[in-house]
Nanobody, 115 residues
Framework: QVQLVESGGGLVQAGGSLRLSCAAS????????MSWYRQAPGKQRELVAI???????TYTDSVKGRFTISRDIAKNTVYLQMNSLKPEDTAVYYC?????????WGQGTQVTVSS
């Protein structure tokens, strides 16, 4: 059974940084894509960043230049480096990893940015 374990959330002041990690275990198949989503209270879950098989990355406009998604293929791990954090970045962050035919969500990690 494939499982994702997230870590790295927390409380930080505006302008600070956090690094999220998401490690996958239990799959023998090659990963298609690795991504980070977030969901703020009362809002829909939105895609923050995605990195696909060839290494191409895409970001939502509000985090461009501040967040960086990266991966360690050997460790089946995806990272999200978040710099210059703003109060509006406060949300539960979820990783999602997709393999041929299915995808799995992480359990979510809270990121709170105080002003």
């Amino acid at each position: 059974q494939v499982q994702l374990v997230e870590s790295g959330g927390g409380l930080v002041q505006a302008g600070g940084s956090l690094r999220l990690s998401c490690a996958a275990s239990g799959s023998r198949f090659s990963i298609n894509a690795m991504s980070w989503y977030r969901q703020a209270p009362g809002k829909q879950r939105e895609l923050v960043a995605i990195i696909v098989t060839g290494g191409t990355t895409t970001y939502t406009d509000s985090v461009k230049g501040r967040f960086t998604i990266s991966r360690d293929i050997a460790k089946n791990t995806v990272y999200l480096q978040m710099n210059s954090l703003k109060p509006e970045d406060t949300a539960v962050y979820y990783c999602r990893i997709t393999w041929p035919g299915f995808g799995v969500w992480g359990q979510g990690t809270q990121v709170t940015v105080s002003s």
